[in-house]
């Protein structure tokens, strides 16, 4: 099988949907002529043209706001925000419009649109290009949520949001952009809320999403060789969707859970998890469900202090510890 | 005094599309049509506040140019060392701006701009120590590290920040004007923006309420041709990007020699006067140039070609054409240039052996300066938690 990157492989899903479906656009700051602040989109304006591919100014309100307009004409924009951290810029957009524009129509419109982009720290790029917002995202009923981990995710859920009929923020990372693993040639999908256990294991649930994965995937070898701890890790890959009964279905077998990811813990996806279980699985539980996430303040920029801040494979390794005392 | 300057007239006359005095607020619809040069003869250095500058001051206008350029300089070896994180945007190509405008503040007039900070921050007074070590993200940094480079503040020199989302500099600014109204105070804000940012709804959005409510804002937009990889005409529609202005009904001026640190001077001056006297904002675009990639990380092959950088650098480095000037008038010699390069140079140095050798933030003070009552527990008035790790 092939190996490639995550970057090639949301490439690849994009051109896959553009050459499937005329309604498919990819829109966004640098992503034709420059081809990509990230080079996701690298080769697509030469390959595909400028009505396909399609370059703006910097008004995210403007053109995320736009796009939602053309999806409810039946356009299946995918937006690009060059650092997801700029949705901020387009909240209304976002989630008045894109998120409320079905319920308020009585079911009369929707709105296929996907907005993608990196949402992740540990670049040193400061607060206000390291936002996370999978939760705030998830909050608001209307939208959904995807944050996949690796490269063959990548594509089968990128292909499966553009195919999707409602909004779906799309969250990648710059750090995994450059991550490889093998992904079959051609068509594939992963459906959104569909959970994955990337290692089965019996005696902790150790459940995440995004990066996260990747570093708890490590310390389930530490765990492993250091204590022949079994840890089992579960990919969400969707955030809403959620696919619940995984999370269940893991945490009753192991009945420990330590979630990690990257957001800051107040109302995090790891809370809404952890309050889950507790009401679904609370006589399967030992301990406490903990959470691991980053250090509670906006990011630092100092680079070997934002790694102390986010997760790491020696935190998560830690906290599994601390859940199985 | 400046009879004797043979060198290039046209380097210093300063092509002003609109003369900021004599434009009360324009009433007229905005036209598609470029519009036309109306005082092709002015020169920046009979401009009366240029006129009564000493040769000191216009050493030291000289001398920060220099500090910029220097420092910017030892900031990309440390980047390309590793030393330093992140995105480094550098101000090369574009000195003339800030310092002619910082040159130019009175004690209460403020500056806010944007990512590409380096230069008003050194031109507002920031010592190159601070920087370098914001830079490499030390507690001895201006904002202990935890900003970067991108983000740099000073409010005891009336310096802003520093501002990493396109635009949202902008109703900062305007707001800074704001309460200096209500203050009572004759200051003004002087809000600095690129030509991408122009585009941003919060720009136009401020540019209404400053037009609306007669705020002393000055919005300066530093044309530098492109944002990343897309040129101006790529991105703006419409004939100029001051003329905007015209639909806020408010006063506006495109500066076509903005790497003349005296007509920025005189423009922004006559802008700042408009601000202190009527309490009128106004918006200029200030034509300029950037010689680097975007960010160090840009490598800057797509989108223009070398030769067009070349050919601005070579009639029109803001550096060497005010350094010509004072050669010619005899304010500048070679030994003071060499002087003034070999102790910029050594700043430079010296602020990287000082961010070298400064610690780094601990891992408690990542949670310092989220809360001001976290940060002053004995004048704590709300109970709570508020952090939750
Ligand atoms: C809201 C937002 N969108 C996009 C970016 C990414 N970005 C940073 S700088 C930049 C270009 C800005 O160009 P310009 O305003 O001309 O300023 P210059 O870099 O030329 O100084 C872009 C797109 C950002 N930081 N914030
Ligand atoms: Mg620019």
Known sequence: MPVITYREALRAAMSEEIERDPNVVLMGE?????????????????????????????????????????????????????????????????????????????????????IRGPANGGTNVGATHSHTPESIAAYHPGIKVVVPSNAYDAKGLMKSAIRDNDPVMFLENTILYGEACEVPDGEYLVPLGKASVMRAGTDISIIGHGRSIQLALKAADLLKEKHNINAEVVDLRSIRPLDVETILNSVKKTSRCLYVEESKPFCSVGAMVACLISDQAFDYLDAPVKRLTSIDAPAIYSPPLEKLQLPSVERIYQAALDTLK | MFGSLTLNKGTFASNYYFNLKALPVTKKPSSSKKPEVTNLGYDARQAPINIKL???????????????????????????????????????????????????????DHIITAYRDHGHALAVGM??????????????????????????????????????????QIPLGTGIAYALKYKGLKGACMAFMGDGSVNQGAVHESYNLAALWSLPVVFIIENNGYSMGTSQERSSAG???AQRAEGYGMNWAIIEDGHDVLAVRDKVGQALKLAHDKSLPSVLEIRTYRYRGHSVADPDTTYRDKAEIEAYKSTKDPLNVFQLALLAEQTLTDEIIQKIDESARAEAETSAQFADASPYPSIEDIKKDVYWEIDNPADRKSVGALFFD
Not at chain 1, 61 to 88: D, Q
Not at chain 2, 64 to 83: A, G, N
Not at chain 2, 133 to 157: L, Q, V
């Open chain 2, 239 to 241: 004939p100029s990007l």
């Open chain 1, 30 to 114: 640098e992503v034709a002529q420059f081809n990509g602040a990230y080079k996701i989109s690298e080769g697509m304006l030469a390959k595909y043209g400028p009505k396909r591919i399609v370059d703006t100014p910097i008004s995210e309100a403007g053109f995320i706001g736009m796009g939602v307009g053309a999806a409810m004409l039946g356009l299946r924009p995918v937006m690009e925000l060059m650092f997801f951290s700029f949705y901020s810029v387009a909240f209304d957009q976002i989630f008045n419009n894109a998120a409320n524009i079905r319920y308020m129509s009585g079911g009369l419109i929707n709105c296929p649109i996907v």
């Open chain 2, 54 to 108: 000493g040769q000191d001051e216009k050493i030291a206008l000289y001398r920060d140019m220099v500090r910029i350029r220097r420092f910017e300089e030892r900031c990309l070896r440390s980047y390309q060392q590793s030393k330093i994180g992140g995105f480094l945007h550098l101000y090369i190509g574009q000195e003339s701006i800030a310092v002619g405008c910082a040159s130019v503040m009175g004690k209460d």
């Open chain 2, 127 to 168: 010592g190159m120590n601070e920087m370098m070590a914001e830079n490499y993200g030390k507690i001895t940094g201006c904002s202990k590290g935890k900003g970067g480079s991108m983000h740099y503040f000073d409010p005891s020199r009336n310096f802003w920040g520093g501002h990493g989302i396109v635009g949202g």
